[in-house]
């Protein structure tokens, strides 16, 4: 079946450094991938979309790769702050092909930047 | 800017008992999803709607769900007879079109069966 999978549960860095999160896909070849941001209690926020043809996408601090050959997407926030704490999902369509962008999920990764 | 809002924010239930759960998609929007998550658990796609009827729907979704835009504003998703298992963060999003495009997530309501 379809997986999406965010293998680091938590990741805690430094205020200023650049935090890398990790997302892999496995049985499929999703046409995009989508990196959204959660906080406690609160519905998921889009933050970036990467399509298969594409190899980097930045907006502001963000920056996202997609590697087809490895199956997997980075993600970076650079000159991360306090701020950034969130839990970020990677998230792609189900079936591909279909004309619905009904979404799959990773389970996320949870970023602490301490300051 | 505009957003999805949700009521209730938290709703607590007996179980057997019917419950809707209500949203307001933004506007100018065409889909809308209900996706849930189990406390400490993935983000769950549950149904998809567009142009007045059901598009996709996954295997949670079954004969107890149902959806419904009454109006021209509202998105609905009743739960006909709840389980403890129903228990969950229950999320409306929406959409401008389907395909690439991201998806705006409401708050969310907090779904407790006793």
């Known amino acids: 079946s379809q997986k999406i999978e965010q293998n680091s549960e938590a990741l805690n860095i430094q205020e200023g450094k650049t935090a890398t999160l990790t997302c892999n896909y496995t049985?499929?070849?999703?046409?995009?991938l989508q990196w959204y941001r959660q906080d406690p209690g609160r519905g998921p926020v889009f933050l970036l979309l990467i399509r298969e043809n594409e190899k980097e996408k930045r907006k502001e601090r963000l920056k996202v790769t997609f590697d087809t050959t490895l199956k997997q997407s980075l993600f970076h926030i650079t000159a991360s702050q306090p701020a950034d704490s969130a839990t970020y999902l990677c998230?792609?369509?189900?079936?591909?092909?279909?004309?619905?962008?009904?979404?799959?999920f990773g389970k996320g990764t949870k970023l602490s930047v301490k300051p | 800017e505009p957003e999805v809002t949700q009521t209730p924010s938290h709703q607590v239930t007996q179980m057997g008992q019917e419950v809707i759960l209500r949203c307001v998609p933004i506007s100018n929007h065409l889909y809308f999803y209900w996706y849930r998550q189990i406390l400490g658990q993935k983000v769950e796609f549950l149904v998809s709607?567009?142009?007045?009827?059901?598009?996709?729907k996954s295997e949670i979704f079954d004969d107890q769900f149902s959806v419904e835009r009454p109006d021209g504003s509202n998105f609905t998703l009743k739960i006909r007879s709840t389980k403890l298992e129903d228990s969950a963060m229950y999320f409306c999003?929406?959409?401008?079109?389907?395909?690439?495009?991201?998806?705006?997530f409401g708050p969310g309501t907090r779904l407790t069966v006793t």
């Open positions: 998230a792609s369509r189900m079936n591909y092909g279909g004309s619905q962008g009904n979404l799959i």
């Open positions: 709607f567009y142009n007045n009827e059901i598009s996709e």
């Open positions: 049985n499929y070849s999703p046409a995009y």
């Open positions: 999003a929406s959409s401008d079109s389907g395909g690439y495009n991201e998806q705006y």
